[in-house]
């Protein structure tokens, strides 16, 4: 089972991989070269959000059976729980800017 520092050194990691990945921010951009890394970014975001949910379903299961340690199931449920808090907050800043970016006068 994930202690919770080894989830934090793997949230750190994950962010290190995604520092260098994106870069400093003020590299010239092209249409594919840009777009293809923040995808990647975004995709990559995703499936560690859903691997931490079913993470927690695994373990909520396994709670009720009462074959898991009581603090890593509840440990992995407040993760969960932040992680989809965070991914909602995510969405509707997106669908915020969209909204925005249609208001635009042409």
């Known amino acids: 089972m994930v202690t919770p520092t080894a989830g934090i050194n793997s949230a750190a990691a994950a962010y290190a991989n995604a520092a260098k990945r994106v870069g400093s921010g003020l590299e010239a951009r092209d249409g ?3 777009g293809g890394d923040f995808a990647d970014l975004v995709k990559s975001a995703l499936d560690e959000a859903r691997r931490i949910g ?9 709670g009720i059976r009462d074959n898991a340690d009581l ?8 993760e969960a729980e ?5 991914v909602v907050s995510i969405r509707d800043k997106v669908i915020d800017a969209y909204k925005e970016i ?3 006068p042409i």
Request: no cysteine; proline share 0%.
């Open 32 to 34: 594919a070269a840009g």
């Open 102 to 104: 249609l208001r635009m």
């Open 82 to 86: 932040v992680t989809l808090q965070t």
């Open 71 to 78: 603090n890593q199931v509840i440990t992995a449920v407040a």
């Open 54 to 62: 079913q993470r927690s379903e695994k373990l909520s299961m396994e």
